[in-house]
């Protein structure tokens, strides 16, 4: 689970265990959780590798334990996803190559290509499910383009931008709202239907500070 964390990285690692963080409902069940441990991992973000602390968050009724990721973490991946999402939108978007996209953030070139690799693998489908969402949020209809990375890079922006009109969400940034409503998976290899995660049952704002 993604929680659309607004903190900037710095302020969430200097919390360490004591970060602050919602109880959302069991993804399952509805449900209350109730925390229950947490884990280590690294991330890195410009150029630098931190760790942050992942609280571990255990429903009581279907007995299984959700990690609560911040928006800024994508699952499986080292690099925030401003940087990720910065890459891939240029790159995907047709304003560079991967090599000179990879140099200016500092992530190795292979690294970048993986990235690129699957938002394009993925990207009928991302441009499709973020599309539906922009008009479920009040935002305009969009065609698919010819080339799918750049509907997909059209639709998370339409998404975003009808989105940003909910109180919370205009701080986060497109990539941290992207990752929040694809649960962290928005380049994840394997994932089971994604897009039960975006809907309005599932697309909660988040809590105004
Ligand atoms: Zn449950």
Do not use: Q
Request: glycine share 12%; with cysteine; proline share 8%.
């Amino acid at each position: 689970m993604v929680w659309p964390c607004p903190l900037p990285v710095d302020a969430y690692v200097a919390a360490g265990r004591e970060v602050e963080f919602p109880r959302p409902a069991c993804p399952a069940c509805a449900g209350g959780l109730v925390f229950w441990s947490g884990y280590w991992r690294h991330v890195r973000a410009a150029g630098r590798c931190r760790k942050i602390f992942v609280p571990r968050l255990r429903c009581g009724r279907c007995k299984v334990s959700h990690a609560l990721l911040p928006a800024f973490v994508l699952a499986w991946r080292l690099d925030v996803a401003e940087t990720v999402g910065a890459v891939v939108a240029e790159v995907a978007g047709g304003w560079c190559g991967v090599r000179p996209a990879a140099a200016r953030r500092a992530v190795p070139y292979t690294t970048a290509r993986g990235w690129v690799r699957r938002f394009r693998r993925r990207a009928l489908e991302l441009g499709t499910g973020f599309a539906a969402l922009a008009v479920e949020l009040g935002g305009d209809a969009l065609r698919p383009a010819a080339d799918a990375g750049r509907f997909a890079l059209a639709a998370i922006g339409a998404a975003f931008g009808a989105a940003a009109g909910l109180p919370g969400w205009l701080g986060l940034g497109v990539w941290r709202f992207a990752c929040s409503v694809s649960g962290g998976r928005l380049i994840a290899a394997n994932t089971t239907s994604p897009w039960m995660m975006i809907g309005k049952r599932r697309f909660m704002p988040p809590v105004p500070p």
